[in-house]
């Protein structure tokens, strides 16, 4: 299939309707969250060949998480802290078009959890949407960088800050906060795309009215969730100091009108401090996209001792389970299951373990007439609970930073297969009482991050069937896997690994086909896109994020980055900070 021949696969990318001034241009290449391009130029029998097509330095030195955009004949790159974005012409080899350095304080830096990483641009009606580290949310006219509007989404003072990116739904823009480690109470807003006007904003806890729940109609696992759902699973008020932040990424169904996300860990990571279920952290929401309304929503990890926050993508499939055609949302947890539930209903259907070292839990339950229906069957001897403060837990599986965090496993239609970058790692927990103070840390825990027990790999990339709950292969790999997945038409899929090599393997076995070592440690997310009739694979790499944040802030004390400095201390031997754009293709 040639590419000049078939215009269509544009719309895979989103770019036909870009070209015409409409469409989005979206971090997750659809709305599904698939993380699939059906550009084929590229296949399992030329990726070998590919060659570096051009290179550009960022000029920053952190974590370079998310990936370019392309729409038409621009390219746009965003960076780490500062958030400077930059327009490149490829009809010229890159040529820079124009840049924009947003204005924001230093002092933001402190309170960025993990790097300061951002997860990237979006683009929809010619507006270029940027959601800078101190939560100020810009729309950039695409084809200048002259500021449309912005608005303020968060406060830093309060340890509210930003790295995710956002999703253009309809004529509204979905957008999520961090701060969970600094007790903030997060939210999920929509604004207007053409004036920045607020529109609606849901919390994760408190009252029904600000969390935009009905107790009847908004239902967990087909039951209403009844009314004070969230204000009774929490002591006194500690629910306005809660967490449950939605700082990673957003999917839409727009049959159903729906949006869905995760929400983050309760504050504080010591669980003595905080009795009761603490809804609705660590909750799958889908809300109505145009008044934000809950249609329902299911706690993965009710009362988290781990820290295991709930907020990596939903992936929209349609696929048979049981004979039956059903509108699925798949959904790899940091607590080490992938679950599978009905998106129109949200009953669970799979939720199985997809990294075999993990042992917090034996299993989810799944009998629909049980009374623990949908919550994971704890094993004891890992609940930091149990021991209590200032008693350390060990060989808990997995750690802190989950099996799989944020970086996006893609969807394959023609294998039925999900692609998933994981992390293979265990820590040990030390819960202790903490005091909230505003803009001061709200941690309350320390660890230590370690492979299982008599292994030494702390990574894999995984090939996973969500209608079964099944792993179809795994390859191991030395570090976590923190780049996100690609899947394409031509049978291969992409990822990058910590120490800088982005890899292409075969979609069906797992077998390698292709590897590159870039600058420095990759943990943005592989892309494709085509200009002039021509297939090109494109990848941030720039050491960081919370597994590479001691090369990327410097840090030697084990301890630091809540235990990834030690960790990931031997990452030093293979790489080094850096922030360059390398684009690939095939020899002409």
């Not at 990890?301 to 696929?319: C, F, R």
């Not at 990848?539 to 597994?547: E, T």
């Amino acid at each position: 299939m040639k590419l000049s021949l078939v215009p269509a696969l544009f719309l895979a990318l989103g770019l036909s309707a870009a070209r015409a001034g409409d469409g989005p241009v979206l971090q997750t290449v659809d709305a599904a969250n698939t993380r699939y391009s059906a550009l084929d130029q590229i296949d399992a029998g030329n990726v070998g060949r590919l060659k570096v097509a051009w290179t550009f330095s960022t000029g920053v030195l952190r974590g370079h998480e998310g990936a370019p955009l392309v729409v038409g004949h621009v390219m746009y790159v965003h960076t780490p802290f500062p958030n400077i974005v930059y327009a490149l012409d490829l009809d010229h080899d890159g040529r820079i078009l124009w840049r924009y350095r947003p204005r924001q304080g230093a002092n933001v830096i402190p309170v960025m959890c993990c790097d300061t990483v951002y997860r990237g641009l979006a683009y929809a009606d010619g507006r270029l949407f940027l959601h800078q580290a101190d939560t100020t949310l810009v729309a950039l006219d695409a084809r200048t960088g002259t500021p449309i509007w912005s608005v303020t989404n968060g406060d830093p003072a309060k340890g509210e800050t930003n790295t995710a990116t956002v999703l253009p739904v309809k004529d509204k823009l979905i957008v999520g906060i961090s701060g969970g480690e600094y007790g903030a109470r997060c939210h999920v807003t929509a604004y207007d795309q053409a004036t920045g006007r607020r529109l609606w904003r849901a919390y994760a806890m408190g009252p029904d009215a600000d969390m935009l729940v009905d107790p009847e109609r908004t239902t967990q696992l087909g039951r209403p969730i009844g009314p004070d759902s969230s204000l009774r699973s929490w002591a006194g008020d500690q629910w306005r100091i809660g967490g449950g932040c939605s700082w990673g990424w957003f999917s839409y169904d727009s049959d159903l009108n729906l949006v869905y996300y995760g929400t983050g860990n309760p504050s504080t990571w010591n669980p003595v401090q905080r009795p009761g279920d603490n809804r609705w952290s660590m909750s799958i929401f889908a809300r109505d996209a145009d008044t934000g309304t809950a249609r329902w929503v299911y706690q993965m990890t009710p009362h988290d001792q781990w820290d295991y926050d709930g907020v990596n993508e939903m992936i929209l499939t349609d696929q048979e389970i049981g004979g039956r055609s059903r509108r699925l949302l798949t959904h790899f947890d940091r607590n080490g299951f992938g679950y599978t539930l009905d998106r129109a209903t949200g009953e669970l259907l799979v939720a199985e373990k997809f990294d075999p070292s993990v042992n917090w839990a034996s299993r989810i339950a799944q009998d629909p007439g049980a009374a623990d229906y949908g919550r994971p069957v704890l094993d004891r001897r890992y609940a930091p609970e149990e021991a209590g403060e200032d008693e350390t837990t060990t060989g808990i599986c997995p750690g802190a930073l989950g099996a799989k965090n944020q970086q996006p496993a893609a969807y394959s239609p023609r294998t039925r297969l999900f692609y998933v970058p994981a992390n293979h790692m265990c820590m040990d927990y030390e819960p202790f009482r903490v005091t909230y103070v505003p803009g001061q840390p709200y941690v309350g825990a320390t660890l230590t991050l370690h492979p299982p027990e008599g292994e030494d790999h702390t990574g894999a990339f995984i090939a996973w069937d969500g209608t079964t709950g099944r792993i179809a292969w795994s390859k191991p790999e030395p570090f976590s896997v923190w780049a996100g997945a690609l899947a394409t038409a031509g049978g291969i899929v992409f990822y990058g690994t910590l120490e800088g090599y982005l890899k292409a393997v075969d979609a069906r076995t797992g077998r390698e086909l292709y590897r590159f070592r870039t600058p420095s440690g990759i943990v943005g997310n592989v892309t494709t896109y085509a200009h002039r009739g021509r297939q090109y694979v494109a990848v941030l790499s720039g050491i960081g994020g919370w597994a590479g944040i001691g090369l990327a802030a410097g840090l030697t004390d084990p301890a630091d980055g809540s235990g990834a400095v030690g960790g990931y201390a031997a990452l030093s031997q293979y790489t080094a900070a850096g922030g360059q754009l390398t684009v690939f293709a095939l020899p002409e």
